[in-house]
């Protein structure tokens, strides 16, 4: 069992910054990639970023990249995602994810392929 716990959504304008986190719990942390997907109301959930296992490769989606940086620290069991330069399009729920059979990353990751979902947290951008 894997409990993840995001925080850091908010309000934000148009061209400002936002850090979320996700606290993860119960199995060994630094065995499995870690990533962020969201859902914006009407949408499917989508993906957004993904980090190994070590935090030595990363993906993005194109609509984020340049844009959103994904890090872990595995001393604190925590997986954060920077977001700068947001858009009204990137209003959404972000939701942290754990991949168990997963240790590094190349290419973005299916939501079908994700074994453990964080509660969510609310991202608005005002334009």
């Known amino acids: 069992q894997v409990q993840l716990v995001e925080s850091g959504g908010g309000l934000v304008q148009a061209g400002g910054s936002l850090r979320l986190s996700c606290a993860a719990s119960?199995?060994?942390?630094?065995?499995?990639?870690m990533g962020w997907f969201r859902q914006a109301p009407g949408k499917e959930r989508e993906f957004v970023a993904a980090?190994?296992?070590?935090?030595?490769?990363?993906a993005y989606a194109d609509s984020v990249k340049g844009r959103f940086t994904i890090s872990r620290n595995n001393a604190k069991n925590t997986v954060y995602l920077q977001m700068n330069s947001l858009k009204p399009d990137d209003t959404a729920v972000y939701y942290c994810?754990?991949?168990?059979?997963?240790?590094?990353?190349?290419?973005?990751?299916?939501?079908?392929?994700?074994?453990?979902w964080g509660q969510g947290t609310q991202v608005t951008v005002s334009s």
């Open positions: 119960g199995r060994t942390f630094s065995s499995y990639a």
């Open positions: 994810a754990a991949d168990l059979s997963r240790r590094t990353v190349v290419a973005g990751i299916s939501p079908y392929d994700i074994d453990y």
């Open positions: 980090i190994s296992w070590s935090g030595g490769s990363t």
